[in-house]
């Protein structure tokens, strides 16, 4: 069960859009529509951004915004902000009960 | 709004076992929609999904941690608990315990997490 890819970092202007991707397999995320995000602040426990690929837990602002395609989840962030500056962490369920993380990916706004 | 909290030693000699407890406040760990997990993070680096649990006692596991790893449940105290055996500096990690909001939200949908406590191997 290895880590799913996801790009060590990624950087974007206030106002601008960032998408972090986050690569599997048909063994996990390309197998299931349980595909999440996470967003975690230096210190912080990780905090739910998406859940099943796409939907929003309620006070989650609609700039998150999750798609899935083949063996690739992504996620954007539209309409970057200050407090969006984060490691972001991506999650499948990968079968026979089991779940896998993203190797994380840090987000800067410029 | 449910709570969780993480609770054992903060230092673990090396071959020795790691065991953490969780308690759920504010709410009830025998609620059929939820599981229960443990998640860690060693310094600097990514998340890694460790165990999970279901008040029936049904328990699944991270298959590279499974022969070391054993989760269980006390549904009288409103806790679940963790052990690591044989413990290396590699387990060194700030370990989280979550709920699993998979009735609702689909499987691993972790959506509420406690503040996470440092366990050093050494």
């Known amino acids: 069960q290895s880590a799913l890819t996801q790009p060590p970092s990624a950087s974007g202007s206030p106002g601008q859009s960032v998408t972090i991707s986050c690569t599997g397999t048909?063994?996990?995320?390309?197998?299931?529509?349980?595909v999440s995000w996470y967003q975690q602040h230096p210190g912080k426990a990780p905090k739910l951004l998406i859940y099943?690929?796409?939907k929003r837990p309620s006070g989650v602002p609609d700039r998150f915004f999750g798609s899935k395609t083949d063996n690739t989840a992504s996620l954007t962030v539209t309409g970057l902000q200050a407090e969006d500056e984060a490691d972001y962490y991506c999650s499948s369920y990968a079968g026979r009960n089991s779940f896998v993380f993203g190797s994380g990916t840090k987000v800067t706004v410029l | 709004q449910l709570q969780l909290q993480e609770s054992g030693p903060g230092l673990v000699k090396p071959s020795e076992t790691l065991s953490l407890t969780c308690t759920v406040s504010i709410g009830s760990i025998t609620n059929n929609n939820y599981f229960w997990g443990w998640i860690r993070q060693p310094p600097g680096k990514g998340l890694e999904w460790i165990a999970s649990?279901?008040?029936?006692?049904?328990?699944y596991y991270n298959p590279s941690l499974k022969s070391r790893v054993t989760i269980s449940v006390d549904t009288s105290r409103n806790q679940f608990s963790l052990k690591v055996t044989s413990v290396t500096a590699a387990d060194t990690a700030v370990y989280f315990c979550?709920?699993?909001?998979?009735?609702?939200?689909?499987?691993?949908?972790?959506?509420?997490w406690g503040q996470g406590t440092l366990v050093t191997v050494s």
């Open positions: 979550a709920r699993d909001d998979f009735g609702d939200s689909g499987l691993g949908a972790f959506d509420v």
């Open positions: 649990i279901y008040y029936s006692g049904n328990t």
């Open positions: 099943g690929v796409s």
């Open positions: 048909s063994s996990d995320v390309g197998g299931y529509q349980y």
